[in-house]
C-alpha cells in the first residue's frame, strides 16, 4: 500500500497537552500505527498507510476534543484511547471524562478514566451494595471513597465508615506499641491515605472527632446497626466467609454498600475460603447488588503497574493449567501400549 498524508488541525494552545512533555504521547502514537506525526503552525500531519494513518487522525481527534473540554491527557489516557479505537469505541473516551465525581483537596477532578471504572461508578449510583473486583491499581478503593464523600457532603448520608480486616500482609507484624488505635492504625493508612487526598486532613479531623467519619477494623462491626452511612469494605478478598456474613447483615436503612477487593492479593491462610469468594457465589441473583469486575485495561496507575498485572496474570494461569494436567497420565499411556502388545 502507498504512502499517504492527512493533515488535523491542533491549537497550539492544546499541542503541548496532547502531545505530552518532549513528545512522549506523540511517539506512542507513532510506534503504535507507524505512522510520523509533523507539528507546524497548529496543523498535524499524520504520515503513512492510510488504514494506520485514518486510525492515529482518530485518536488525535478525540484527544483534541478532551483537552477542549479540560480533560487530562496522561500516558494512561493516550494508551487507552489507543485501546479503544481498535475496538472502535473512541467516542467513549468522551463520556467517560464528562462523569465528574468530585475535586480533591487540591483542585484536581476526580473523574472514572475507563469503560469498567464507569460501569462501577454508575453501579454504585444505582444500587444499594456494591462490589468491586479487580487487580491493584484499577482505583476500585479510591473511587468509592470519593462516591461515598460526595453523598457526605450532598447530605445524602449521615456518615462515612471505612473498615477493612486487619491481617498482615504474609508477615508477622508482633507487638505494635501505643493504644488500641495506634495498633490497628498501620492496616487502615490506606484509607487515610485516601481520604486526606480528597477531604483534606482538617476536614477529616473535625468530622472524626464528631464521630460522622470512622475509619475501623472490620471486627468492630459486630453487633452494630449501620444506617444512614457510605461503608466502605476494603481488602474484602481477607474476610472469612462468617465476617462477610456479618458484616453484610449490619447494614441498614438508607445506607450504601461498596466491597472492594482483588482476588489475586489473598493474604489468608492456604486452604481457608475467602468471604469474598463465597460471597459471589451465594449472592450474584439479588437485583439490589451489583458486581463489577476491573481488568488489568482499567489499571490507572503508572503503565508499568499494567504490565505487572499483566504479566502476573499470564503466569498464573499457566501454573493453573500444570496443575490440571492429570498425574499418572504418562504411565497409564505406557500400560495400554504393553497391554495392546505394542512395546
Do not use: W
Not at 488525535?60 to 475496538?87: D, H, P
Not at 460522622?212 to 449501620?226: K, N, Q, S
Request: contains cysteine; aromatic residues 6%; positive net charge.
Amino acid at each position: 500500500m502507498g504512502i499517504a498524508q492527512k493533515t488535523i488541525e491542533i491549537p497550539v494552545e492544546y499541542e503541548k497537552k496532547i502531545f505530552g512533555e518532549y513528545d512522549a504521547y506523540a511517539k506512542i502514537i507513532e510506534r503504535t500505527y507507524h505512522v510520523s506525526l509533523i507539528s507546524r503552525d497548529g496543523k498535524v500531519k499524520i504520515i503513512g498507510e492510510p488504514g494506520p494513518g485514518e486510525k492515529a487522525c482518530a485518536v488525535l481527534e478525540k484527544l483534541l476534543a478532551l483537552a477542549a473540554g479540560g480533560g487530562e491527557i496522561t500516558e494512561q489516557s493516550v494508551n487507552y484511547a489507543i485501546s479503544l479505537n481498535m475496538e472502535e469505541k473512541t467516542d467513549a473516551l468522551l463520556e467517560i471524562d464528562r462523569d465528574l465525581i468530585c475535586h480533591t483537596i487540591s483542585g484536581k477532578p476526580i473523574k472514572p478514566k475507563t469503560l469498567g471504572q464507569k460501569a462501577y461508578v454508575d453501579q454504585i449510583r444505582q444500587k444499594m451494595i456494591v462490589f468491586g473486583i479487580g487487580p491493584a491499581g484499577t482505583g476500585k478503593t479510591f473511587l468509592a471513597m470519593a462516591m461515598g464523600i460526595t453523598a457526605f457532603k450532598n447530605d445524602e448520608v449521615s456518615r462515612i465508615i471505612l473498615t477493612r480486616p486487619a491481617i498482615e500482609v504474609g508477615e508477622k507484624l508482633g507487638f505494635l506499641p501505643g493504644d488500641l488505635q495506634s495498633k490497628v492504625d498501620p492496616y487502615l493508612r490506606p484509607l487515610y491515605d485516601a481520604l486526606y487526598q480528597i477531604m483534606g486532613a482538617e476536614s477529616y479531623l473535625r468530622n472524626t472527632e464528631k464521630g460522622l467519619i470512622e475509619v475501623a477494623p472490620l471486627a468492630y462491626m459486630r453487633g452494630r446497626t449501620l444506617d444512614n452511612a457510605f461503608i466502605i469494605l476494603d481488602e474484602a478478598q481477607n474476610t472469612t466467609p462468617a465476617q462477610m456474613k456479618m458484616f453484610l447483615t449490619r447494614i441498614g436503612f438508607g445506607s450504601k454498600v461498596a466491597i472492594t477487593g482483588d482476588l489475586t492479593q489473598k493474604d489468608i491462610p492456604a486452604g481457608q475460603p475467602s468471604g469474598l469468594d463465597v460471597a459471589m457465589k451465594v449472592l450474584s441473583g439479588i437485583d439490589e447488588i451489583g458486581f463489577s469486575f476491573l481488568t488489568s485495561s482499567d489499571v490507572v496507575r503508572h503503565p508499568l503497574v499494567q504490565k505487572i498485572v499483566v504479566a502476573y496474570d499470564n503466569y498464573e494461569k499457566k501454573q493453573q493449567q500444570k496443575k490440571t494436567v492429570r498425574p499418572g497420565r504418562t504411565v497409564k499411556v505406557e500400560r495400554n501400549r504393553i497391554k495392546h502388545g505394542k512395546e
